[in-house]
């Protein structure tokens, strides 16, 4: 099936600069994506989302970006601070009403140095 | 509000064993779902249900039940527990029919021995 992939597993950032987090999907029925955080030992949090009539949302200190041409999806976080540090996930959905479901990637993993 | 609350958070079972994960959300959402989350694996859906009375399987199903007796709980029941089964289980639910925008519980954490 369709899958959600993840460009890099990890990140190291210097506390105060952007990051930037990058996620391919493969299926051009995806319509709506969106990003969680998982800080260690709790849940996925909600951060922001995007639909597919889209290019660019943005949230505070957050923006997604979404380019269907090439089934590209990312994450851009300004100024990033040591809560930063987490697994964040992008997901997709490409099923139609109640048939769809958010079908997750593996998680990339972000560091920020003090 | 407490949203999604999951009990237990860590359990211990031995092969063959059954036991059942309870998820509770006060949200009023249609939506519940089940993910397991393993390390390299991300989360993968494991059964969902868009409203009480209505169950379906996701992409992992297999040696899970669950039952959506009222809107406010989607328990997971494990038949017969295998060592496969040890992961972080996740429950979620959304304020929307599809499976957008989920709202998390904090996790179960399951060890088959």
């Known amino acids: 099936g369709e899958s959600v992939g993840l460009h890099l597993p990890t990140l190291s950032v210097q506390e105060g600069d952007n990051s930037i987090i990058n996620c391919a999907y493969s299926n051009s029925a995806s319509d709506y994506f969106i990003w969680y955080k998982q800080e260690s030992g709790k849940g996925p949090q909600f951060i922001i989302d995007?639909?597919?009539?889209?290019d660019k949302r943005q949230g505070q200190r957050v923006t997604v970006l979404l380019n269907k041409t090439v089934k590209h999806l990312s994450l851009q976080i300004a100024a990033t601070q040591p809560g930063d540090s987490a697994v964040y996930f992008c997901?997709?959905?490409f099923g139609q009403g109640s048939q769809g479901n958010l079908i997750f990637g593996k998680g990339t993993k972000l560091s920020v140095k003090p | 509000n407490a949203g999604v609350t999951q009990t237990p958070k860590f359990q211990v079972l031995k092969t063959g064993q059954s036991m059942t994960l309870q998820c509770a959300q006060d949200?009023?959402?249609?939506?519940m779902s089940w993910y397991r989350q393993d390390p390299g694996m991300g989360l993968r859906l494991i059964h969902y249900?868009?409203?009480?009375?209505?169950?379906d399987q996701g992409e992992v199903p297999n040696g899970y039940n669950v039952s959506r007796s009222t809107t406010e709980d989607f328990p997971l029941r494990l038949l017969s527990a295998a060592p496969s089964q040890t992961s972080v289980y996740f429950c979620?639910?959304?304020?929307?029919?599809?499976?957008?925008?989920?709202?998390f519980g904090s996790g179960t954490q399951l060890s088959v021995l």
């Open positions: 979620a639910s959304s304020p929307v029919p599809a499976g957008e925008k989920l709202f």
């Open positions: 997901a997709e959905n």
């Open positions: 949200m009023n959402h249609e939506y």
């Open positions: 995007i639909r597919s009539n889209m």
């Open positions: 249900s868009v409203g009480a009375g209505i169950t």
